[in-house]
């Protein structure tokens, strides 16, 4: 009897957690399909949502393609007359500090003139320095730049009807006479951009270190790209005949006078620390490379005696119109008295803001002293010198 009741509270007890864990499981799975409906619910959401973005974008990026082909279209479809309603907006992203402080004296091309040095700082609110890694692996480099010293510039933009923009310049290699601009590389040119190549010599933060240029101080500087040889080199390429004849613009010589070492080393102690060269003897050896060219005008080699002007000083200097220019242009300078022979013209090439005097004789250049150029001629702004060479 005992055996039997016991039995049953075993069965009653089995039977009651049997149906304890039934009601559990059944709870549990009941919880569980109403959280995945949950789920299911939101990740349906989520999708809905991810697609109409995904459509949102690609009805922007469609009508932003539509409108590039509008403006290339309409760009296209202008007429001649409204050309000059159409401009593009760019600004200089950088300033060219050079060793050649005028026009008059700096080489009329590239690399001629290997240890012709210039700083490209680049202004670092529109130029991250992160935009310039990887440029100092290579050699070289293209500037294209703005001819900024043009005195047309101003007419040229604003109203172009009246700049006397002018077809034809006069060309050195054919002694002054004319050729049409675009056979040239005159600075006077419809838009005035000038493009030169240059040896990378280092970059370092926001500078770029350069050297063989032919870029005026102060020169702004709308883009840098590097020189690629396998596609920027043309061995075929050919050029007219009157770009192949020797007129001469190399001199015979290049010698100093007695007088030149004192007075380079007078300057020197006074203006050395702020140039791009160690030492009086490496800007001697500029100074030499510089002359070893012609660089004087058409008009100074034509007219030698009729190239002088009379400054606001009341002085003379010479004509120093840029290579392929009219003669009406000159620059301050190259003060000078008239001249009684041809031996007795004495000209003037202001490199590193000193005045350096120089004279032809028998084919060659005869430099005789260095002076401190002019107040005008000097920069008042912070500039780099050797030593972000050295270092």
């Avoid at 070492?261 to 620390?273: F, M, N, R, Y």
């Amino acid at each position: 009897m005992g055996c039997s009741t016991e039995s049953k509270w075993f069965r009653a007890t089995v039977a009651f957690a049997l149906a304890a864990l039934s009601t559990s499981t059944a709870l549990s799975l009941y919880f569980f399909k109403r959280k995945s409906r949950d789920l299911d619910s939101k990740i349906r959401e989520l999708e809905k949502s991810l697609k109409a973005s995904l459509n949102n974008c690609a009805s922007e990026r469609q009508g932003r393609i539509r409108a590039q082909q509008a403006l290339r279209k309409s760009l296209t479809e202008s007429k001649f007359e409204d050309l000059e309603l159409t401009s593009y907006p760019m600004a200089p992203i950088g300033v060219i500090q050079s060793c050649f402080s005028t026009r008059n004296g700096t080489p009329r091309q590239p690399l001629i003139v290997p240890l012709s040095r210039a700083c490209l700082i680049f202004n670092s609110a529109r130029v991250p320095p992160a935009s310039l890694e990887g440029l100092g692996d290579y050699s070289h480099c293209w500037v294209i730049y703005v001819f900024h010293l043009n005195t047309n510039l101003e007419k040229l933009w604003k109203d172009p009807a009246k700049s006397k923009f002018k077809a034809k310049v006069r060309v050195p290699r054919l002694k002054g006479e004319r050729m049409g601009v675009f056979a040239t590389r005159s600075p006077h040119r419809p838009c005035p951009i000038g493009l030169t190549v240059a040896k990378v010599e280092a970059v370092k933060g926001n500078i770029l270190l350069l050297s063989g240029v032919d870029l005026v101080d102060g020169t702004p500087v709308l883009d840098v790209k590097p020189y690629l040889p396998y596609c920027d080199s043309i061995q075929e390429a050919g050029v007219p005949k009157w770009l192949t004849v020797d007129c001469s613009f190399s001199m015979a010589s290049v010698s100093f006078s007695e007088d030149f070492t004192s007075t380079l080393a007078h300057c020197w102690a006074i203006v050395g620390k702020n140039s791009l060269y160690a030492s009086p003897d490496e800007f001697q050896t500029l100074i030499k490379q510089v002359l070893s060219w012609d660089i004087r005008s058409v008009s100074q080699r034509n007219r030698p005696h009729e190239s002088f002007i009379t400054s606001q000083n009341g002085n003379h200097s010479n004509d120093i119109s840029d290579d392929c220019h009219d003669e009406e242009e000159s620059s301050p300078g190259n003060e000078q008295q008239p001249p009684h022979s041809s031996a007795d013209i004495i000209y003037h090439l202001i490199l590193e803001g000193l005045n350096v005097w120089y004279r032809l004789d028998c084919g060659g250049s005869v430099v005789e002293k260095v002076t401190e150029a002019s107040p005008l001629i000097k920069s008042n702004q912070k500039r780099c010198n050797y030593s972000i060479w050295r270092d």
